[in-house]
DNA sequence: CTGAAAGCGCTAACAT
DNA sequence: ATGTTAGCGCTTTCAG
């Protein structure tokens, strides 16, 4: 049977209002009851509960975190980090894999707020971004993690998406690439990422075609079919700009099952920076996020929270970065050729 | 302010008792008066406290799982199933990356007993495995889970270490390798599986060099480092057994470095079947944790416990498959002559 | 079929 | 410096 708060006070002699003290290091305590209560804690082995002290103490010490699937290798790299920033100030994480399920994330979001969770993490996405607003009127925390909704008032934490477009786009125009296809998955991020990158060819004087750019969903093989559709033609785009590396690895796929050398025929570049990119063959160019800085961020305007009850909604960018791989080459003659 | 259970008891006009029933659908209720608490339950938004519920009905409706690392593939993926199972039965997971250090995995472990979860789920490795014992003791159940630690009496979900081992060295000899190096992660699956792999060659009556067997932990570079320490020797390994595919992304990469072709100059063989092995060039040769069965079972195991207080300790061993890849040969003439 | 009442383990005034 | 007491929101006998 575990121990109790009137287990240990009855043992040491005391109130359990004087036990409850020690334990959480309020009041005046002399240091001789205090001495004697820990010791008593510690033979007992007593375990404060957590769901107890909820109860009236208002905190779960717990965070909730929506994303579309935590065996996507970004999602997985950034809830490592998020639960080692969380874990540090005592927290932990329930995660919650949506698939990018409206429904799915409003039970989850439910199921959360029920638990009475002391913050929740949004790194999914929403069709119906709406169906957010009745938890952002709560007094649990929100924050929208490497995405941005222009159209919520809520907490975000992100990469400038649009930015990143743009140093893809422009790294690729620099090596001389004209023809530029972009593979992006659908969703604000994905939006912005290509909104950057036709800036930056707008600048260039480079139009684009509409055909070369197309909105999927964010598997490797969603990446494979949107590569393969724009690289059949004769007529095919010397450079892919892919907007995470999940399609980037589809993109990579796709090329090699047509017989185009990466990067001699084909340059691709992807978003990211995940483990994927790393492992492939050629090593992928992808931009990355500052995941850890992003996450550290994150965690703390949530603990922010739990003292200051309302801070202004705030929006934070971090700036993305370009990881040269071998993925992508400048233009030769020779593959012009074709 | 979030509605209680006395709101919506009041504007029903009814007790509290009433609603509770009702809730969860216990004792008798007339239809009449059943309609109409849920009907204002709807129109208060109420939503039951499962923390105070926890407090009193003994359910948090959670469950723990210590992982290594959440960024590792395989246990990624192995979360996704586990808590798709969870949540099919309405219970959400509490991730927590243990890094396998013991310290770490303590904390968490007692953390969770604090959270009061109804189950925990071990996938990560001790150092000293005697420190599960006090939780052992408990009225949580808890499983191992893809791991088997003979000394230890607990629940245990696992595929067959020896046999995924055996049936990697016998396909490897059967390509005609005599040849055969293996590089395992510390902890009792590695350990297994090199036995297995072991009985294969004596079976087959060749011999292994013990230098050509390293125990290292389970990283990329891990795996690199203890390729490369095989490799560089004029007299060298036809194939290497990892023994787990993070293992082989680093012996893949350390033949490349190399100047080894694989499959040509070099086979190589994984284990786990992650999305790792499918997206290196040449996909890796794999052995195949069922692991949506183990996830499976290992759920439906900690939900019969929350009904059969003790359930006698049980182990389920699942069979691996082997998935052929390209990064397998058979030895052939020009392999020979280097 | 419904309600009153006694906790679950803990926190936080308020007394002493 | 320490103890008393009133809840937190819900479940569960036990009466009615």
């Not at 059949?232 to 090329?255: K, T, W, Y």
Request: glycine share 6%; proline share 4%.
């Amino acid at each position: 049977m575990k121990s109790t708060i009137y287990d240990v006070a009855k043992a040491a002699g005391v109130s359990i209002a004087t036990v409850s003290k020690v334990v959480n290091q309020t009041g005046n305590i002399s240091e001789k009851t205090r001495k004697r209560v820990l010791r008593i804690m510690e033979e007992l082995q007593y375990q404060p509960s957590v769901v107890a002290s909820a109860l009236t103490g208002k905190k779960t010490s717990t965070f909730g975190l929506l994303l579309s699937n935590i065996a996507n290798p970004f999602f997985a790299e950034a809830a490592r980090f998020l639960e080692d920033e969380a874990r540090a100030a005592g927290y932990s994480i329930v995660m919650c894999s949506t698939d990018n399920e409206d429904e799915r994330s409003v039970n989850y979001l439910s199921l959360l707020q029920r638990k009475q969770v002391d913050g929740m993490i949004i790194a999914c996405h929403f069709t119906d971004w709406s169906l957010l607003h009745p938890y952002l009127a709560t007094e649990t925390p929100v924050i929208l993690f490497s995405k941005d909704v222009p159209s919520l008032n809520v907490h975000t934490v992100t990469v400038d998406d649009h930015q990143g477009g743009y140093q893809a786009i422009e790294y690729l125009i620099a090596k001389g690439h004209r023809q530029i296809g972009i593979v992006a998955e659908t969703g604000p991020s994905g939006e912005h990422r290509i909104r950057g990158g036709q800036q930056a060819m707008k600048e260039a004087g480079i139009s684009w075609r509409s055909e070369w750019i197309t909105n999927v969903q964010s598997s490797i093989q969603d990446g494979y079919n949107g590569a393969r559709h724009m690289l059949e033609h004769s007529e095919r785009p010397s450079a892919i700009f892919a907007c995470n590396d999940m399609l980037a690895v589809g993109v990579l796929q796709a090329a090699q099952d047509l017989g185009l050398q990466v990067p001699d025929d084909l340059s691709i570049i992807g978003f990211d920076d995940t483990l994927l990119s790393q492992i492939v063959q050629p090593r992928l160019t992808t931009i990355s996020q500052p995941i850890s800085d992003m996450a550290h961020h994150t965690i703390q305007l949530l603990l922010r929270h739990a003292n200051t009850p309302d801070i202004s909604k705030q929006k934070v960018i971090f700036q993305p970065k370009l990881m040269e791989g071998r993925s992508t080459q400048s233009v030769t003659p020779a593959s012009n050729m074709d």
